[in-house]
């Protein structure tokens, strides 16, 4: 859960998480879907869907065993090299190595090694240093002690050298590189969005679907969404343009799942961000009038229901919405 997330928004979905599924054997029998319910709102879902596949493969292949070596580890689902290395080095205290966001910028700066360090070359050579500084006993110790280095002291902006127990050791300190070691990674450029999406009542159920394999948020369900092309991402909504994406909605779904609807209520606003994408998300509520539902994955849930369903955060927020107001 810790990684792409930070610790103050772990805790409470770790103890959730852990009062759910307290066992390997547990979460092996559990489903993708109810797995994901107790990961909705960390994101990046393929880590929980991994999870507990990873606990199906240890059940299975291992006896409820957890390996004890990078190698086998790494044949686990969603088990990299550096997840490996922490679990063989934090759990059962053997010489591992270990390379994350925090390491990556110590040993850089350690070697005074001042191109891209992601780059395969710079992963290559940090992961020789890496593999030579754990003991034989300890190595947890050292992992962790590295990684806590890296992120109180060997810091990305304005690193706290005359604290650094490395100092002496450190090329770039050396040469007054500190600040530019590693370099400055490019900012991604941000993509503005807009989509709309449908909460399509009939007889107090509403319409959503399972997002696909290839799609963002798989395995999540959503209401009907779709992209808007009658407003742009900065612009006010006024009564045309809202009667103007009412209207795209209305043709989406039709011409997307041959359904038609009427009663459309007031357009609720969310904006939402995903990786380099910042989303702004039109929600219409709207009443059933014809056509069968064919798509696949697709279901009608009450709003009881739909607590108890993995929801995309913003389709989360669109349902609770939605209650609030006595839908």
Not at 13 to 28: G, I, K, S
Not at 260 to 279: C, E, F, K, N, W
Request: with cysteine.
């Amino acid at each position: 859960m810790l990684q792409q997330t930070t610790v103050a928004a772990v805790v409470p979905y770790f103890e959730r998480f852990l009062d759910r599924f307290p066992t390997v054997q547990e979460l092996a029998a559990s489903s993708e879907e109810e797995v994901l319910r107790y990961w909705e709102g960390l994101g990046y879902y393929s880590r929980g869907r991994n999870l507990r596949l990873g606990a199906i493969a240890i059940c299975e292949q291992h006896g409820g065993e957890l390996p004890a070596d990078v190698e086998t580890l790494q044949q686990l689902p969603g088990i990299g090299r550096y997840t490996a290395g922490a679990i063989v080095s934090f759990a059962y205290d053997r010489a591992a190595p270990i390379l994350e966001a925090n390491t990556i910028r110590v040993y850089a700066r350690l070697l005074g090694y001042d191109d891209d360090p992601l780059r395969a070359a710079g992963q290559r050579l940090l992961w020789e240093l890496a593999a030579l500084l754990p003991p034989k006993s300890g190595a947890g110790v050292i992992n962790q002690s590295l990684m806590e280095v890296g992120s109180l002291v060997c810091r990305p902006q304005m690193p706290q050298c005359p604290d650094c127990p490395l100092q002496e050791f450190c090329r770039a300190f050396q040469l007054g590189l500190q600040e530019v070691i590693p370099p400055k990674k490019q900012r991604p450029q941000i993509t503005q969005l807009v989509e709309g999406t449908i909460a399509l009542r009939r007889r107090g159920k509403y319409l959503v679907r399972r997002r696909g394999p290839d799609e963002r948020w798989a395995g999540m369900w959503d209401f009907p969404r779709f992209p808007l092309t009658s407003v742009d991402y900065n612009a006010r909504l006024t009564a045309m343009s809202t009667r103007s994406v009412q209207e795209e909605l209305f043709d989406s779904l039709h011409s997307n799942w041959g359904l038609t609807a009427s009663q459309p209520g007031d357009l609720h606003q969310i904006r939402h961000s995903v990786t380099r994408y910042r989303i702004r998300l039109l929600c219409l509520h709207v009443v059933y009038d014809s056509g069968p539902v064919q798509h696949d994955d697709s279901q009608w849930a009450t709003l009881q229901q739909l607590a108890e369903l993995p929801l995309t955060r913003t389709s989360r927020q669109f349902a609770e919405h939605l209650a609030a107001n006595g839908r």
